[in-house]
Structures are given as structure tokens and as C-alpha cells.
């Protein structure tokens, strides 16, 4: 069982350029999430997911994008790379969204746009 | 309005000696309340969770935490720290209803030999 997997683990981007961050999980879950961490900020909403098809803004959207094609895969898309998307992403699942719930991580992307 | 607050951005001990990470929160509705460890280029990882169930909760690894609702507090506290013990810890807040997930700034551990 791989739970959550999330690739490249590093990547170092041009400004102007784009990337997809890949994430796949393998329990079946619905809910899917991405995050972004910065130092001191704590994890910070990007898009998530409630199911195939079906995709919705976080907190921080801007600059990014999402499809969900499927209920294994989520995958982030970065349009024109800022330095200021330079962090730590962070995708997430659950089987529901609710209180009893925990959240599986992955093992995170780290991206330096220069 | 919700919010999490976690009251020291670094923690050090030495090795042996109690561990306390200290979580406030504030919220209108009934919260579920996590902490998540973060080791060095790792994914967070649970370590417990508060449903309303028992207020005392133990996790993995020894730690445990007490939510209070009168203080608005859920401390992560353990008796004896390990070196292994040394990341990064992430206080969750999830509000009633589920749909928002609140995550503190975080609290660096640090262990000493």
C-alpha cells in the first residue's frame, strides 16, 4: 500500500515556465488536496477535490490549476513560474471529509523558481 | 472567526526530559483537534486526534494531548523526549461539518543529547 505519491520530489523551474505536479493515492479515497508550505506559515490551501470531476479553490489559488480525472489522480499544474510560488507542496487525501477523518500526506514536491 | 495558534515557533529539550507544544484554538463550533508530526523532507504524518470523544488522547510514539475546552487548549505533551522526537509538529483544527481545515504555524522541536 503506497498511500500517497507524489512526483518529482525536487524540481528547479525558470521563471515563465511551466510544470505539473504529480500526486496518485491508491486507497480509494475521494477527497484529495493540495498544499503549499512556507516557513512559519503552516499549509496553506491550494485547490482540493470531493471526487472525480468535480475540483474546487482553496485559499491561494492564483497561478495554478488542477484536474481530476480520475479518483487516484490529482495533478497541479503551474502556468508561467513566479518566484513567489518558490515552496513546498504538499499533496493530501482522506476517505471524508469530517471530523473522525485524518489526512494521509505525501512526502512533498520542492520547488525553487528562479 | 476560527483560528489556530501554536504558541512557540521553537521548542528545545534535552534528551529525557518532558516535551510540551503548546495549542490554542478559537472556535464557534465543536472542532475536532489534530497534531501531525513533520520530519526533515518528509510528509506530516498523524500522530493523534480529539473527536469529543475522551478528552485525554494518546497517540503514537508516547505523545498524548488534553483538549480543554475552558482554556480553549489542546497541548501535545509527552513524558520523555527522544532524539527521534526532533521535527516539526502541526496543530489541525477541523470545524464541525468538516469543510474547513485549519493548520497552525507549526512548533520546531529540537532534542539535545
Known amino acids: 500500500n503506497a498511500g500517497v505519491t507524489q512526483t518529482p520530489k525536487f524540481r528547479i523551474l525558470k521563471i515563465g515556465q511551466s510544470m505539473t505536479l504529480q500526486c496518485t493515492q491508491d486507497?480509494?479515497?475521494?477527497?484529495m488536496y493540495w498544499y503549499r508550505q512556507d516557513p512559519g506559515m503552516g499549509l496553506k490551501l491550494i485547490y482540493y477535490?470531493?471526487?472525480?470531476?468535480?475540483?474546487d479553490k482553496g485559499e491561494v489559488p492564483n497561478g495554478y490549476n488542477v484536474s481530476r480525472s480520475t479518483t487516484e489522480d490529482f495533478p497541479l499544474r503551474l502556468e508561467l513560474a513566479a518566484p513567489s510560488q518558490t515552496s513546498v507542496y504538499f499533496c493530501?487525501?482522506?476517505?471524508?471529509?469530517?471530523?473522525?477523518?485524518?489526512?494521509?500526506f505525501g512526502s512533498g514536491t520542492r520547488l525553487t523558481v528562479v | 472567526a476560527q483560528s489556530v495558534t501554536q504558541l512557540d515557533s521553537h521548542v528545545s529539550v534535552s534528551e529525557g526530559t518532558p516535551v510540551l507544544l503548546r495549542c490554542n484554538y478559537s472556535?464557534?463550533?465543536?472542532?475536532?483537534l489534530f497534531w501531525y508530526v513533520q520530519h526533515p523532507n518528509k510528509g506530516l504524518q498523524l500522530l493523534l486526534k480529539?473527536?469529543?470523544?475522551?478528552?485525554l488522547v494518546k497517540g503514537i510514539n508516547g505523545f498524548e494531548a488534553e483538549f480543554k475546552k475552558s482554556e480553549t487548549s489542546f497541548h501535545l505533551t509527552k513524558p520523555s523526549a527522544h532524539m527521534s522526537d526532533a521535527a516539526e509538529y502541526f496543530c489541525?483544527?477541523?470545524?464541525?461539518?468538516?469543510?474547513?481545515?485549519?493548520f497552525g504555524a507549526g512548533t520546531r522541536l529540537f532534542v539535545k543529547a
Open positions: 489541525v483544527v477541523i470545524i464541525t461539518g468538516g469543510f474547513k481545515t485549519i
Open positions: 493530501a487525501s482522506t476517505y471524508q471529509q469530517g471530523k473522525d477523518y485524518g489526512y494521509t
Open positions: 486507497m480509494n479515497h475521494n477527497y
Open positions: 477535490s470531493v471526487g472525480a470531476g468535480i475540483t
Open positions: 480529539y473527536t469529543s470523544a475522551a478528552t
Open positions: 472556535s464557534s463550533y465543536s472542532p475536532s
